[in-house]
Every structure is written in structure tokens, then in C-alpha cells.
């Protein structure tokens, strides 16, 4: 499961890849974050295969992070704050544009958008992706925090893996 976390991370990471390079950003930007909403919960998933030897059948991020032991929690939420401490500033710039808070807080982003894979993967049935918060960033980064969560835990399993950056 790790392994093809990993894959659908690089998958992740070439979409993300294309955006910065400004090449057909609406096309790759929907299939992007449905690869990181997956990787994410694939990640999530392993995470629970070792603290409880078996995962939850869902694609509930929320569900999937209050399911882990306290320990794994406190682990991910350490690297989640690590990364997004450098974007105060930022945040408050996009506060003062849409006139409302970024959510930085780990907890209060995965309630915002514990349904990502789901509602974004499901878009060609008509239905609305709006209910994502333009408060909250989107968590194209947390499926690399999970992974480094995990090869701390787990740094054998880097072996014969190429990292995606």
C-alpha cells in the first residue's frame, strides 16, 4: 500500500509540476488533487494497517487521522504546523484578499476537506465542488507529509523507491 501511495504521489507530483509550469493549469489542476486526496488516504491507510493491522473502509481523511493513535497523530500534525509555519505570512495576505482566516490549523483543514478524493473525483456527474473552502488550503502537500511520517517510522521502506520531491 505504501508503494502505490508512493506511485499515485508522483503521479501527483508531475500534475503539479505541469501547474507551476503554467501548462494547461484547469486540466491538471482537478486530477492533481484527487492524486493527493488518494496518495493521502492510501497513506493514512498504512498508518492504520501498522497501529491496528487492518484500516477503515472509507475516503474520509477525518475519519482515516481520528482513527490513529495519539502518537501518529501528534506525528503528522508536528509536520503539517513544520510546513505551513512558513506561510503566516502568506495567510495573512489571503485573509485580507477574501476577507476571511486562512485555515492553517491541521485539525480544522482535514474537517474542511475530509471528502476531497470523493467530491472532486465524482465532477463529471454533474455535481458541485464548491463545498471546498476557499479558507482552507487545499492539501496538495499533506500526502508528502504522510509519507515522511511514515519513512521516519518505517526507513526501510525507502529502499528501491524513488522520492518524489
Known amino acids: ?93 489571503v485573509s485580507v484578499r477574501n476577507n476571511k482566516d486562512l485555515i492553517l490549523d491541521f485539525n480544522k483543514a482535514i474537517a474542511s476537506q475530509k471528502d476531497t478524493f470523493v467530491r472532486l473525483r465524482y465532477t463529471f456527474s454533474g455535481k458541485s465542488i464548491s463545498s471546498t473552502s476557499d479558507d482552507t488550503p487545499m492539501l496538495d502537500k499533506l500526502p508528502y507529509l504522510l509519507r515522511n511520517v511514515l519513512i521516519q517510522r518505517n526507513p526501510e521502506w525507502l529502499r528501491g523507491f524513488r522520492r518524489a520531491k
Open 1 to 93: 500500500m505504501f508503494n502505490e501511495g508512493c506511485a499515485y504521489l508522483a503521479a501527483q507530483h508531475i500534475l503539479d509540476r505541469a501547474m507551476s509550469d503554467k501548462i494547461a493549469t484547469l486540466e491538471v489542476a482537478l486530477p492533481m488533487f484527487v492524486m493527493s486526496a488518494f496518495a493521502s488516504e492510501l497513506f493514512l491507510k498504512c498508518m492504520h494497517i501498522q497501529a491496528h493491522g487492518a484500516f477503515p473502509k472509507t475516503h474520509d481523511l477525518q475519519r482515516l487521522v481520528l482513527g490513529l493513535p495519539e502518537d501518529v497523530r501528534a506525528d503528522i500534525e508536528k509536520h503539517w504546523n513544520a510546513h505551513y509555519k512558513s506561510f503566516t505570512q502568506a495567510a495573512k495576505v
